[in-house]
């Protein structure tokens, strides 16, 4: 099951695929550049496509099952 464009925040971290964790790092012009990780892991973060094939924030929602973590005060999306 997917999330909803509307809880994808900078800082937040979500679950994606195969044991995946993916944060949010920036948001440009509906565009997500995220790092990920192995889920529930200390391991470093990792970048998670290449700057060339940055998902839309709708794929990057899409891609996504869950809702992990979001920081207390936070950035919606941009609009643009």
């Given amino acids: 099951m997917s999330i909803s464009i509307q809880e ?28 990920v990780r192995v889920a529930n892991s200390e391991d470093s973060w990792a970048p998670g496509h290449a700057l060339a094939n940055t998902p839309s924030i709708e794929i990057f929602a899409a891609a996504c099952t869950g809702v992990t973590s979001k920081p207390k005060r936070y950035a919606r999306h941009d609009t643009v």
Wanted: aromatic share 8%; glycine share 10%.
């Fill in 8 to 35: 994808v925040v900078l800082e937040g971290v979500y679950a994606g695929p195969d044991s995946q964790e993916r944060i949010v790092r920036e948001i440009v012009n509906g565009k997500v550049v995220y790092e």
